[in-house]
Every structure is written in C-alpha cells, then in structure tokens.
C-alpha cells in the first residue's frame, strides 16, 4: 500500500466516521484536521466521487531565477579577492560607481555561494594562491 492510497483511505475514513456520528466536529477532532478540510475533502467527494479524494500531484514549483549574470558575478568576485578586506556593502557600493548597480545582498550572495563568503575566506583563497605562485613566506626568503 502506499503513501497515495493510505491518504486516500485516512479520507474516506473521515468522511465515513462523520456519517457514522452524525457529528461532523467530533469525526474531525477524532481525526485532527480541521472543519474546513473536511468540507474540502467532502466537495471534492459528491464533485468526483471517492476518486477525487486521492492526493493532488502539484507541478513543482521553479525556484528562484538567477538574477544574476556571469559577467556581473565575475566582476564581483574580481573586485571581492582584490580588496578582500571589504564587505559586500562596500563591494556593492564601489560597483555602483562603475554603473554595476548590484545590491549587497546578492554581492553576499554570490560570494557566499563561491566559498567566499567571509573575509577569512578571501584572504586564505588569496594565501594559498601566492603559496603556489611565489613560494610559502619564511624569514629566509622574506
């Protein structure tokens, strides 16, 4: 049995009790939905009979669009590791001046969802790359 066909037999089973009872708020207590729920399986039921009782398949919902671009994302995690002391304020702020109109939400965002979302982040992405390219910093070498 599944999950489809136990939903449908817990609603017949409601609308039974309450014909049984002769009581629609005490079949509705005794199973835990409310009296509008009720009604709602019950329209359902004298409208297609108890195969409208079965649960409804709704299409997924698509989520959030991208609202943001790759050039504009590339030019927020450009400016974000060449000044990685800054927060997404000031990254959003400094991008509106070049006519990059961004909020600081989704500059937040944006880095956030790269690994970049803090400074401490930043600044080891930017550690590790001089690491490779230059060689790690002893006094020696300093």
Not at 30 to 58: C, M, N, Q, V
Not at 97 to 115: K, Y
Request: glycine letters at 6%.
């Amino acid at each position: 049995m599944t999950l489809e066909d136990k939903v449908h037999a817990f609603r017949l089973h409601v609308l039974q009790r309450a014909e049984e009872l002769g009581n629609v708020s005490a079949a509705c207590r005794e199973a835990g939905i409310s009296r509008t729920l009720f009604y709602r399986w019950k329209k359902r039921f004298t409208r297609y009979g108890a195969d409208g009782l079965h649960p409804r398949r709704a299409a997924a919902r698509p989520g959030r669009p991208v609202q943001l671009d790759t050039t504009k994302e590339r030019r927020i995690v450009a400016m974000a590791l060449a000044w990685p002391t800054w927060g997404p304020q000031r990254v959003s702020d400094q991008l509106r001046m070049q006519s990059i109109f961004v909020s600081s939400t989704t500059v937040w965002r944006a880095l956030h969802r790269l690994g970049l979302g803090t400074r401490a982040q930043r600044l080891l992405v930017l550690e590790v790359h001089s690491a490779k390219s230059a060689g790690l910093l002893t006094e020696r070498t300093r």
